[in-house]
Structure formats: structure tokens, C-alpha cells
């Protein structure tokens, strides 16, 4: 079952609380969390049939992707930054930004006219938790400030 948690309550999906300033969703199957707040991703789309995660819009076309997928043997944080770099300048839409850690990437750029944010997190339960933001460019002053927050609150075992 997923959630969504708010002020330290409980909310299942679709009983979104009005005035609750940040949700935090969890995905019982993989256990990924985040935070977002709640009056800028206001609409949730239905889940797909597997559980693996949810995407989350505004009324402006931003979306909020989360999910998480079981990580196949050989992959570490920099032969997936390196598939993601490839595959996006491949389909003419190059990284403008990239960066990694010990467990973690991101990757960042514009597809046309829309930005697009993506963080992975290796979970040490071999899981890669994942939040992708995708917003207007036009749009960017409003988004642009709560991509950073969003995706730091991306976590999972």
C-alpha cells in the first residue's frame, strides 16, 4: 500500500489533507519517500498496476515522478550517470548538468521547453530510488526553488 504522510499523520492517497503544507509519500513496496508541498503538486495520477511508484502534477503541467526499481548487477552510480548522459544526448536532449556521490546521482537538462531534474539514490537494499521533476521553462522561477528541497528528501533503505 502506498501513503501519504502529513504533519505527522497518516493520509492514504486521495484523502489529501487541504491544508497541509508538505506531503511525504511512501512506496511500501520499495520503500521510497519523499517530501513535496502539497498546494504545487496537487493532482495524483493513478498508480500502475506494479506498485513501483507515482507521479504527482500541477495545475501547470509540472510533474513530480517517483519511483524505484530493483538494481541489476554491475550498476554503480557512474555506469548509470554515463547510460542517462548517453541516452539523453543520443535522443538530442544533452545534460547540462551533472553529479554523483558515493550512492547517489543527478542529472539535469531541457527538453525543449521543459527542464528536466532527475535524482537516484542506491538504496543499500539494492533499490534505486528515483525522483524526476519536469516543468515548463517558463515556469522556472516557481520550480526552480523546489527542486533542490524535493530531492533531498528522496530516500529509501
Not at 520503500?31 to 506498485?51: E, K
Not at 535522443?91 to 546521482?105: D, E, H, Q, V
Request: proline share 5%; charged share 25%.
Amino acid at each position: 500500500m502506498q501513503r501519504l504522510v502529513s504533519a505527522g499523520m497518516m493520509l492514504f492517497l486521495g484523502a489529501v489533507a487541504a491544508d497541509a503544507d508538505t506531503l511525504t509519500y511512501e512506496n511500501e513496496r520499495f520503500g521510497t519517500s519523499i517530501s513535496f508541498p502539497a498546494d504545487v503538486f496537487d493532482r495524483i495520477d493513478p498508480a500502475p498496476s506494479n506498485g513501483d511508484g507515482r507521479t504527482f502534477v500541477s495545475s501547470d503541467d509540472a510533474e513530480l515522478i517517483v519511483f524505484a526499481r530493483r538494481k541489476a548487477d554491475g550498476v554503480t552510480v557512474q555506469s548509470l550517470l554515463k547510460q542517462l548522459v548517453d541516452v539523453a544526448s543520443a535522443n538530442g536532449i544533452p545534460a547540462t548538468y551533472k553529479a554523483s556521490g558515493k550512492n547517489w546521482l543527478v542529472v539535469s537538462g531541457y527538453d525543449d521547453n521543459i527542464i528536466y531534474y532527475e535524482r537516484h539514490e542506491f538504496g543499500s537494499n539494492g533499490v534505486i530510488h528515483t525522483m524526476t521533476m519536469r516543468y515548463p521553462v517558463r515556469f522556472r522561477d516557481k520550480y526552480d526553488p523546489f527542486v533542490g528541497p524535493i530531492a533531498r528528501s528522496l530516500d529509501g533503505p
